[in-house]
Each structure stands twice: as C-alpha cells, then as structure tokens.
C-alpha cells in the first residue's frame, strides 16, 4: 500500500492549520459584562480568518443614542514590543473592511486604555454604495501579542460620549477576564 499520498495531504493540511492566523476561539464574553449599558447581540458579519466577534447594542435610552459595538481577539497581530501605538497599526488591526472597503480618517487617533490593554482610539468614515457615509470609531488595544479590536457605530455627534461608554465596558471585570483566556502569545 501506498501511504505517500495520504502523507503528503496530512503535510498540507497541518501547513494550512498552522499557516493561518489563529482565531480567538476560547469563549464568549462572558453574560456578566451585560450589567453595562451594553446586550449582546448576533454578530452580524461573514466568518473571515478571525472567525466570529461578539455583537453588542446599547439603546437609546441606556446611552442616549442607539449605538453598537463589535468586540474580537486576533491572537497574535499585534506588535509585541510596541502595541498599537500609532495611527497605521489601527487601521492595520482594525476591523473597518467589515463596513466597507472605502475609508478615510476623519481625525488624528489617540490613546486609550482599559484595564491590562493599551492602544488608540480613532474616528474614520466607510464609504459603503448608494448609502449614507457611517462613521465607524475603532478602537485597538494591545494585551501582549495580541490586538483586542472594538468598532463602534452610533451617530456622528455621539461619537465621544459613546467612546467612553464603551471603554467603560471594555473594562469590566468580564472583559479583562475574558482578554485574559484568549491565551495567545505571552
């Protein structure tokens, strides 16, 4: 019997698994953190290479403008040594192509914190066919290796107050703990 086939599709299957960047697959934010303003929601989006998000809404009357925040891990994408500590490396780990392929900056990133994770926070306008611009916040932390990515969408003049918000719930106890599981590089 010839195992020289069956061998060289266990090779090529393993290479594609370790080839490819890993995904934030150790569970959900956990129920607790929905003692914020913050529900969760179904993630809206296709699977990519950085599998499913968590999907929250904030209505209207708990922020004062309905707004939505997407949450995900991708393990290993962020600059060990530097974090997101410029304006490229938020738009590189960002999740703004779910929106649209066609943004722009509408200002200057700047810092921000939450718990063990430090990064920038950045407002950018996606370009989307025969729809209004959206305004997208995203917000890039760094915990070790690994890029926590927060997007927000609400309206343009509630950009600020939803930011903090939303920071506010990327610090509570359930988040940190889940950053903490996603168990990537140390």
């Not at 993630?43 to 929250?56: L, R, S, T, V, Y």
């Not at 490229?88 to 700047?110: M, N, T």
């Not at 939450?114 to 066919?129: K, W």
Request: hydrophobic residues 45%.
């Amino acid at each position: 019997m010839n195992w020289a086939p069956s061998i060289v599709w266990l090779f090529m299957a393993v290479g594609l698994v370790l080839g490819t960047p890993r995904v934030a697959a150790q569970g959900a934010i956990p129920a607790a953190a929905e003692t914020s303003s913050w529900s969760e929601e179904k993630w809206p989006f296709p699977i990519d290479q950085w599998g499913n998000g968590q999907a929250f809404d904030c209505a209207a009357e708990r922020c004062g403008r309905e707004a939505h925040l997407y949450v995900r891990a991708k393990i290993g994408f962020c600059r060990c040594a530097t974090g997101v500590s410029d304006d490229d490396e938020i738009e590189r780990v960002g999740d703004l192509e779910l929106f649209g392929p066609e943004y722009k900056a509408l200002a200057s990133g700047h810092p921000v914190s939450a718990g063990t994770m430090s990064g920038r926070a950045r407002l950018f306008a996606v370009e989307r066919p025969l729809q209004p611009v959206l305004p997208v916040l995203t917000i890039a932390l760094a915990h070790k290796c690994d890029a926590i990515v927060a997007t927000v969408i609400t309206a343009p003049q509630a950009q600020s107050a939803i930011e903090a918000q939303a920071l506010e719930f990327l610090r509570s106890a359930a988040v940190q703990h889940w950053v903490e599981a996603q168990g990537g590089a140390e």
